[in-house]
């Protein structure tokens, strides 16, 4: 067990619809970071927050949002949705949020869309 | 910009054998080095990583991995691998002077253990 959780775990939804998915990151980390993972693009990182504010940014959709609240935990919103966003979502968390620094992941969100 | 390729997809290997699974990265300058693994149906954990000094680094489960700078390499080695082993590895490194604070993950070598 990681200490990071994510809920749900997984998640069926239709096409064009919007889908909130929640992380909470271990005790103590500041920052938290998202991927998606499917089998044709593998891993892909989406966002880094660090202590609320947005500190990196990879292949995220413009339809893809994200925020850090003050109590640390982190929601990603997903609209418009399509068949393509069909994947696993993880969520990951680090002490400081350094290049150095251990991630921790979560057990994912497994989203299908219809 | 930093790069990494693991070059192979999948790794079949019989239980009790050694396995090496391979990685490259693209620049020579300072970097961080790392070895995830995920178990089928898990997040990913870290294995171990490279930061500085010794370039033999010693991770969890059984697993090493050695940084070769002039081979821009950092090869992950198991001894003798056992079922449990089963896996996918992923190599990711990180530029200590990139400002923006991204990991760069390679796309993943399946361990696949014959019994």
């Known amino acids: 067990d990681s200490g990071v959780t994510q809920t749900p775990k997984h998640l069926i939804t239709a096409t064009g619809q919007r889908v909130t998915l929640r992380c909470s990151p271990r005790s103590g980390d500041l920052s938290v970071y998202w991927y998606q993972q499917s089998l044709d693009q593998g891993l892909q990182f989406l966002i880094q927050y660090y202590n609320g504010e947005e500190r990196a940014k990879g292949n995220i959709l413009e339809r893809f949002s994200a925020q850090q609240f003050p109590d640390l935990h982190s929601e990603l919103n997903l609209s418009s949705l399509e068949l393509g966003d069909s994947a696993l979502y993880f969520c990951?968390?680090?002490?400081?949020?350094?290049?150095?620094?251990?991630?921790?992941f979560g057990p994912g969100t497994r989203l299908t869309v219809l | 910009a930093q790069s990494v390729t693991q070059l192979d997809s999948q790794v079949p290997v019989f239980e009790e054998a050694p396995v090496e699974l391979r990685c490259n990265y693209s620049?020579?300058?300072?970097?961080?080095l790392f070895w995830y693994v995920q178990y089928p149906n898990q997040g990913l954990q870290l294995l171990l990583k490279?930061?500085?000094?010794s370039t033999l680094v010693k991770g969890i489960n059984g697993f090493e991995a050695e940084f070769n700078k002039s081979q821009t390499s950092f090869h992950l080695r198991k001894p003798s691998v056992h079922i449990s082993d089963t896996a996918e590895y992923f190599c990711?490194?990180?530029?200590?002077?990139?400002?923006?604070?991204?990991?760069?993950w390679g796309a993943g070598t399946k361990l696949i253990i014959k019994p």
């Open positions: 490279y930061l500085s000094g």
């Open positions: 620049s020579s300058v300072s970097v961080y």
């Open positions: 990711a490194v990180s530029d200590p002077m990139d400002s923006n604070y991204q990991l760069i």
């Open positions: 990951a968390s680090s002490v400081a949020g350094l290049v150095s620094d251990t991630q921790y």
